[in-house]
């Protein structure tokens, strides 16, 4: 049997770690970088897998490094992963690669109502996409406070019971999943991944600006009414979701009650080995433009279908801002 290939495109939290399981699993590897990451990537990566309550120390190295569409072009890739932030896939880069990818599966983990459009955009036919969802949490280790870990590296953490599910033509999600699988990656293929991604992002994005807003702490959200806020954008944003996609789930309508959102918080907190308001809010402050851009999606489809996005509108200039006010201080 031949090897199956698998370029993993963006070295971050992500592509760390699904291109660790994919290793794992026996595929070979290669990692595409900007170019100003190669020699970064060349040496190799520390990874720290969280356990209830340990933390796992695990070295990802062995793997080929490039980062042109002509190095790409030069291999046979059986599968290519998009673990770039959904504004990354705008921008000359894309289609660039996907010409030179051959008749590989593409996979595209992007949140947002718009991420698949842009990836077709880029020149993908759909008989070879495959839309992946993350629900796993992955960071740049260590974060403010914690001192459980030798070196800097990724910590990365699988929610019990959450594998993450791929939906796309038969054989080709069937392949992606057997390959992580394989690694000890929790994967699972599914009928459709939009309206898992969909509805629990038009709940969190609101909820993730009012934290913002509100200092990072829910408690901090709270009394300065900026959760409240965020509750009745989350409102408006399933209600623009639902518009696109059908019925949301009970579940993602309850979380739009503020008090729901905190007793889940407090439930689930002694279960998460992270931090999570500190992982938050350095998560989100990385990927604070594909929050924004999230924001605005709603809005711009809100308006266009004639819903209202009041409170969706305002959290976003709010948003705007108060980050403007902040890059000026600092
Ligand atoms: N981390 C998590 O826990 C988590 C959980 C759920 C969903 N997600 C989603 O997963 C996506 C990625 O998140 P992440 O945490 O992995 O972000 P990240 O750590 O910033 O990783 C993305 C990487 O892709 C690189 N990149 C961007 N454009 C590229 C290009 N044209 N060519 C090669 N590399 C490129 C970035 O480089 P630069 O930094 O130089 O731009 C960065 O190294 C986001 O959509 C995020 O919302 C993440």
Not at 61 to 76: C, D, H, L, Q
Not at 178 to 184: D, M, Y
Not at 190 to 204: H, I
Request: hydrophobic share 50%; net charge positive; proline share 7%.
């Amino acid at each position: 049997m031949t090897q199956l290939r698998v370029l993993v495109v963006g070295a971050g939290a992500v592509g760390q770690v699904y291109a660790h399981h994919f290793q794992r699993g026996g595929a070979a590897v290669t990692m595409f970088v900007r170019a100003k990451y190669r020699a970064e990537a060349e040496a190799g990566f520390e990874l720290y897998r969280l356990r209830r309550r340990r933390v796992e120390a695990q070295r990802f190295e062995g793997f080929a490094v490039a980062t042109t569409a002509a190095e790409v072009a030069a291999t046979r890739f059986d599968q290519i992963v998009l673990t770039v932030a959904t504004p990354a896939l705008r921008g000359p880069w894309l289609p660039e690669l996907i010409a030179a990818a051959g008749d590989a599966t593409i996979v595209s983990l992007q949140p947002g109502l718009d991420a698949r459009a842009l990836v077709l955009a880029a020149g993908v036919d759909e008989a070879r996409l495959v839309r992946g969802l993350i629900s796993l949490i992955s960071y740049h280790a260590p974060l403010p406070g914690e001192t459980r870990f030798p070196t800097p590296g990724m910590a990365y953490w699988f929610p019990p019971m959450a594998p993450c599910p791929f939906a796309g033509p038969r054989e080709r999600t069937a392949a992606v999943v057997a390959a992580l699988r394989a690694g000890g990656f929790p994967a699972k293929v599914a009928k459709d991944t939009s309206a898992a991604e969909a509805f629990p992002s038009a709940v969190m994005m609101p909820y993730l600006a009012a934290l913002e807003l509100g200092g990072w702490t829910v408690k901090g959200a709270a009394r300065s009414g900026t959760l409240a806020d965020g509750a009745r954008a989350a409102r408006q944003a399933i209600a623009v979701v639902r518009h696109v996609l059908g019925r949301p789930p009970l579940g993602v309508r309850l979380l739009a009650r503020p008090r729901i959102l905190r007793a889940g918080l407090w439930c689930a907190r002694p279960l998460i080995p992270l931090p999570l308001e500190i992982y938050l809010e350095a998560h989100f402050t990385k990927v604070g433009d594909q929050t924004a851009e999230m924001l605005d999606a709603y809005v711009a489809k809100g308006r266009a279908a004639g819903l209202p996005v009041d409170a969706l509108a305002a959290l976003a200039t709010r948003l705007a801002a108060h980050r403007g006010a902040a890059r000026q201080r600092n």
